[in-house]
């Protein structure tokens, strides 16, 4: 809580008293707290709309002064205080893009816990940047995304300078985010855009749908292959692809999604020269072998670096399974 009279009082709401305290020549009406939080940065913070408009009429508050951490309107912007973010806004010494010390713009903290009508008044000004990143390499669409807040993607969407693939700090895309989480209305909205590119990899080459079939998520996989351009073969930076991950981890129904694809290839191999049966098969995972050899193209004999086939592996998880037995 502030200590100052004229903080508390802002703090509470009380705008009589912030009036009349106001009123002494001898009051400082930015003085902050211990934690360098203002009286205009209590009123905003707690949505006293009422105070913040009598602060603000007095032209030597700062409005952009910030705590240890954000400025008045990244409080109000944080917790969904239209009222506030539209006083504050219409201030001309206000910045907008002021972000806080992670990094993170009034509008990524909006964003964050889908505030659509304060994401709305800020994407209503045009000097309001919507691709800023924070620290951690975070831009306000890659945030709603992160949560399935699918009006607040929309609304970002509708902006023309919006990057729909601009990659966080990993490299991850919008999209491979929301196919890793499970957010399939995002996904149909981000595959809906033309500008939206699906086989864009991160860091380690991992695609929206490595993503997909590594989390075991069948209805994303099909969403995504229901796109033509999309490559289903793609492997990440150790020769990984959808099939292969998914194989290794019984992820039967994702399975049988990709093999329904006939531009699959059930013998791309792996770093260790190791295909999907073979995973498949040292796993001890039958239905998923039974699904691979239904393909005519798969090879049962492809053998891996070491020369060991499928069989050899699947026989070896039998031995293995023996052992462990009491």
């Avoid at 008044?121 to 919507?130: E, I, K, T, Y």
């Avoid at 079939?213 to 289903?232: F, H, N, Q, T, W």
Wanted: proline share 9%; aromatic share 4%.
């Amino acid at each position: 809580m502030p200590s100052a009279p004229l903080g508390e009082a802002a703090c509470n709401g009380h705008e009589e008293v912030v009036k009349l305290l106001l009123s002494r020549n001898d009051i400082d009406p930015n003085k902050p707290d211990h934690f360098g939080r203002t009286p205009l940065w209590w009123a905003a913070s707690n949505a006293h709309e009422g105070v913040v408009k009598v602060l603000l009429e007095r032209g030597d508050v700062n409005p952009d002064k910030p705590d240890v951490c954000q400025t008045p309107l990244s409080q109000a912007a944080f917790y969904g205080h239209e009222g506030v973010v539209k006083l504050l806004l219409g201030r001309d010494d206000v910045n907008p893009n002021k972000p806080g010390v992670r990094g993170q713009t009034p509008l990524s903290l909006a964003v964050y816990d889908g505030h659509e009508g304060v994401v709305k008044l800020l994407l209503g000004r045009n000097d309001v940047n919507p691709n800023k990143r924070s620290v951690r390499g975070q831009t306000p669409l890659s945030l709603a995304v992160y949560d399935g807040h699918e009006g607040v993607v929309k609304l970002l969407l509708g902006r023309d300078d919006i990057d729909p693939d601009r990659p966080d700090e990993d490299g991850r895309i919008p999209l491979s985010q929301a196919a890793f989480y499970g957010h399939e209305g995002v996904v149909k909205i981000l595959l809906g855009r033309g500008d939206v590119n699906p086989n864009k990899s991160d860091g380690s080459s991992r695609t929206p749908l490595w993503w997909a079939a590594y989390s075991g998520r069948e209805g994303m996989v099909k969403l995504l292959l229901g796109r033509d351009d999309i490559d289903p073969n793609k492997p990440d930076n150790v020769g990984r692809t959808p099939l292969r991950l998914a194989a290794w981890d019984a992820r039967g129904g994702v399975v049988k999604v990709l093999l329904g694809r006939d531009d699959v290839n059930p013998n791309t191999p792996d770093e260790g020269g190791r295909t999907p049966l073979s995973r498949a098969a040292s796993n001890g995972h039958e239905g998923v072998v039974k699904l691979l050899l239904g393909r005519d193209d798969v090879d049962p004999d492809g053998p891996d670096n070491d020369g060991q086939t499928p069989l050899w592996w699947g026989g070896e998880n039998t031995t293995q399974t023996w052992r462990r037995r009491p």
